[in-house]
């Protein structure tokens, strides 16, 4: 069974800056596709940033566009979520999640896309 572990999560104020990493339990990760949901409470788990196999492509949820970046890590079995300009909006628990299947380009942003999960890390944007 493939683990995901998300880490980077915390509290930063607003215009502030996080980087998220997520680690697979398995190296031969390096033909998987990812992506980063989050959740805030009492909201259903929304799609953030994606990246395929083979696709020179990022994909962001319109309001994170410009300000968060999705990168695989030199280590081929981590995706990194470089998050700057923060806003109070973007606090939520946050997701990595992992396909070996490449999703089609219209279903990419959908959780049902991805058959791994991590257990989430909360960022908390306040002053």
């Known amino acids: 069974q493939v683990e995901l572990v998300e880490s980077g999560g915390g509290l930063v104020q607003p215009g502030g800056s996080l980087r998220l990493s997520c680690t697979a339990s398995?190296?031969?990760?390096?033909?998987?596709?990812w992506a980063w949901f989050r959740q805030a409470p009492g909201k259903d788990r929304e799609f953030v940033a994606a990246?395929?196999?083979?696709?020179?492509?990022?994909y962001y949820l319109d309001s994170v566009k410009g300000r968060f970046t999705i990168s695989r890590a030199n280590t081929l079995n981590t995706v990194d979520l470089q998050m700057n300009s923060l806003r109070p909006e973007d606090t939520a628990i946050y997701y990595c999640?992992?396909?070996?299947?490449?999703?089609?380009?219209?279903?990419?942003?959908?959780?049902?896309?991805?058959?791994?999960w991590g257990q989430g890390t909360q960022v908390t944007v306040s002053s």
């Open positions: 999640a992992a396909n070996l299947n490449r999703p089609i380009t219209s279903a990419l942003r959908q959780k049902t896309a991805y058959a791994y």
């Open positions: 398995e190296r031969t990760f390096s033909t998987y596709n």
């Open positions: 990246v395929r196999q083979s696709d020179p492509n990022r």
